[in-house]
């Protein structure tokens, strides 16, 4: 990051509403304690998810890929009373990391914890809940299959929020033939602007948000 991004990143900051005291000590400790820290949604990807929640007012919520939980707390904090958020997490060594913040939340009864892996959990939420969001940002590989699963069953109306598709840049190099997560994002991104069912918005946020409306 330049010198003037930095600049511009710390004023947008300083001008956006702040996250909560809770999500400030979550994205401490994970700096602390984990290794991928960077994986953090951030208080301004985390902003933008919750601005959408409530101006979609949103009341049942999906997440892939859990990882602290950041994410799913941003959303949770907005939703109605009775709505719910539920995440999906693949590795259960996360689990005690996640649970211990949702344990402190006012809002952490609005927050479910799924184990496993998503294409085989997801038959059964999508079945049962109506989501009126969708956030992804879990196995790059599997983000078409995670989108043909449910897009089927999103109510006309409903938001897909992809993390990570422009993938470091990446989409816009040569990626070579064994570059599977890169193949991937670029297969998951000509095929969503090629589907007549939604619109579909990428924003240069972060690493690459694409922003999916189902018609």
């Known amino acids: 990051m330049t010198l003037l991004e930095q600049r511009l990143e710390d004023y947008i900051l300083a001008h956006t509403t702040p996250e909560?005291?809770?999500r400030q000590r979550l994205a401490r400790q994970?700096?602390?304690?984990?290794?991928?820290?960077?994986?953090?949604?951030g208080p301004l990807q985390g902003g933008?998810?919750?601005m959408l929640c409530r101006m979609k007012g949103a009341r049942y919520v999906l997440e892939l890929g859990t990882y602290t939980g950041y994410a799913a707390h941003c959303m949770a904090e907005v939703l109605p009373p009775g709505g719910e958020v539920h995440t999906i997490e693949s590795d259960d060594e996360m689990e005690d990391f996640i649970r211990g913040f949702i344990a402190e939340a006012p809002w952490g009864e609005r927050i479910k914890l799924h184990l496993g892996d998503a294409l085989e959990l997801l038959p059964a939420l999508v079945e049962r809940y109506a989501f009126d969001l969708v956030y992804i940002d879990a196995n790059k590989r599997q983000y078409l299959d995670?989108?043909?699963l449910l897009l089927p069953h999103l109510p006309s109306g409903a938001i897909i929020l992809a993390d990570n598709t422009l993938w470091d840049g990446k989409v816009v190099a040569d990626p070579l033939p064994t570059d599977?997560?890169?193949?991937s994002i670029l297969s998951f991104n000509r095929h969503?602007?090629?589907d007549p069912r939604v619109?579909?918005?990428?924003?240069?946020l972060r690493d690459g948000l694409s922003i999916i409306y189902k018609k």
């Open 30 to 41: 994970a700096h602390v304690q984990l290794l991928r820290a960077r994986m953090l949604s």
């Open 48 to 50: 933008l998810l919750q």
């Open 199 to 204: 619109e579909n918005l990428i924003l240069p």
């Open 146 to 148: 995670y989108y043909e």
């Open 180 to 183: 599977a997560q890169t193949q």
């Open 20 to 22: 909560s005291e809770l």
């Open 192 to 194: 969503v602007q090629e």
